[in-house]
């Protein structure tokens, strides 16, 4: 029985899904005025883990994602680069899809735009104000908060409480400072489209209600992104959502943790964030994946160079079981025989710990287990036949490459390259010479690096390169 937390309620709950054998689920996307980081990659890449066990068991699963292609960030951006708003989010979703694709993230079965359904989100604004859920002010329009009455009910928060609270925007057209912004009219120089109440452009929340109940319908099964979605995002969405259909909007609720640095959110507006695309040049996408993995998708997960590398040595047994199974299965002496190992119990546990809300933590303790028990039969002769490695295979195969994918299935050596390794072993040798005052060293590694156009870059969580 898979069962999930669902923070609509506060607690796991048994998985059903409306229609019987399938899913509808609608991911949050990224805001596209830049490269994403790794805190929205652990996003990313724990709902592409998710998907991938929903489908393990069977389901169909009808995946979306948006993507939010205007915005007052975007806007923003085309200033600061002097282009046009469509040109900074056209190329900010292409740098979006290959940096999704090298992390083995699987394509969502489409990735709609706001900019492409300014006519379904004006209709739903329209339903809105025609229910008198949402007013008009001179061309701005706001959804009245006070008219729904279970406001507050995904992020517990009672509207008292929220309405005393100093983060609300103000705006003095507001009838209450919770109301927030459907449609925002345009300014001078801004992106807009037409409306009934003039020249504007959608808020950020109804792009995600009008689009999910377009392509899902107006009750689907799952909804997921970061907590920080959780208020107001999401909230505003089921107010928006359940006002205009007069359903019930999403039946579970999946809410990721940070990732952090230091103990604070990596985040674009702090600043202390790295792109997935800095990352990756590092470190293989199956050791970021892996990383993650590791950890329960709910809680806090704090980000560090030593934490990758040894999420890195870990992988590699993992990988070099598969690369060893895989030289095996090539193997024309082995014999025909019928195996004695048990793959049934790691199929159960594994089953097990993610039907228990998606525990990847102990699916990957699992692999572990399972890499200790395969190992020692292909030490043993007597044991290593061409059934177990056919089985072997098997299930890393559907555990490790198609749930998780974190193994290289081209057999490259996985993790650095020689060259890789021999670079970090300077970057260790010239940690020690500073922390011996080695000065002259220390420098001295990081001038010949730079010659032979190695760039070291230093910050609190340790050193990387770049190549120049
Ligand atoms: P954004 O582009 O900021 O709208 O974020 C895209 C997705 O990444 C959303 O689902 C966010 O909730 C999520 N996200 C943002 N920052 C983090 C973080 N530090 N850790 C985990 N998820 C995050
Ligand atoms: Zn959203």
């Not at 409306?18 to 652990?42: Q, S």
């Not at 739903?124 to 009910?153: P, Q, R, T, W």
């Not at 399972?370 to 089985?391: C, I, M, T, W």
């Amino acid at each position: 029985m898979l069962t999930i937390y669902n923070t609509l309620n506060k607690r796991k709950e048994e998985f059903k899904p409306i229609k019987e054998g399938e899913i509808k689920m609608y991911v949050c996307g990224p805001t596209v005025y830049d490269y994403f980081h790794i805190g929205n990659a652990r996003t990313f890449i724990m709902s592409d883990i998710i998907r991938k066990y929903l489908e393990y068991k069977g389901y169909k699963v009808t995946y979306l994602m948006n993507l939010t292609d205007i915005d007052d960030k975007i806007i923003k951006k085309s200033i600061e680069e002097k282009k046009d708003a469509r040109v900074v989010a056209e190329n900010y979703i292409n740098a979006f899809f290959e940096d999704i694709e090298k992390l083995k993230v699987k394509k969502a079965d489409d990735y709609p735009k706001a900019t492409a359904h300014i006519d379904d989100i004006v209709a739903m604004i329209k339903k809105l104000v025609d229910k008198g859920a949402a007013y008009n002010v001179d061309g701005n329009v706001f959804y009245d908060v006070s008219k729904f009455n279970e406001y507050g009910k995904l992020s517990g928060k009672k509207i008292d409480e929220l309405e005393s609270g100093a983060r609300i925007e103000i705006n003095e057209a507001k009838k209450n400072p919770l109301d927030f912004s459907l449609w925002k009219k345009a300014k001078e120089g801004e992106p807009f489209w037409d409306s009934p109440w003039g020249k504007g452009r959608p808020g950020w929340h109804i792009e995600c209600s009008a689009m999910s109940c377009k392509h899902l319908g107006e009750t689907f099964d799952i909804h997921a992104g970061g907590n920080d979605l959780i208020f107001p995002h999401h909230e505003n969405e089921i107010a928006q959502s359940e006002a205009a259909t007069g359903k019930h909007f999403v039946n579970y609720w999946i809410h990721f943790g940070f990732l952090n640095i230091d103990n604070q959110k990596m985040s674009k507006s702090l600043g202390n964030f790295f792109t997935a695309r800095d990352v990756l040049k590092t470190y293989p996408a199956e050791v970021l994946r892996f990383f993650f993995a590791q950890t329960y998708y709910r809680g806090p997960l704090n980000y560090s160079i030593d934490l990758l590398n040894s999420a890195q040595k870990g992988l590699e047994k993992i990988q070099n079981l598969y690369e060893r199974l895989v030289q095996e299965s090539k193997n024309a002496s082995l014999t025909d025989a019928e195996t004695d190992f048990d793959f049934k119990p790691f199929y159960a546990e594994f089953e097990r710990a993610m039907d228990d809300d998606f525990n990847t933590a102990q699916g990957i303790a699992l692999l572990f287990d399972f890499s200790r028990e395969a190992n020692k039969y292909l030490s043993d002769s007597s044991k290593l036949n061409k059934k177990f490695v056919e089985g072997a295979l098997q299930f890393l195969n559907k555990v490790a490459v198609n749930v998780f994918s974190i193994i290289n299935t081209e057999g490259k050596q996985m993790g650095n390259s020689i060259e890789d390794e021999l670079i970090n072993l300077l970057i260790s040798i010239r940690l020690d010479a500073k922390k011996n005052k080695n000065f002259a060293l220390s420098d001295k590694i990081r001038d010949d690096l730079k010659e032979l156009g190695i760039i070291l870059q230093d910050s609190k969580e340790g050193t990387t390169y770049k190549r120049a």
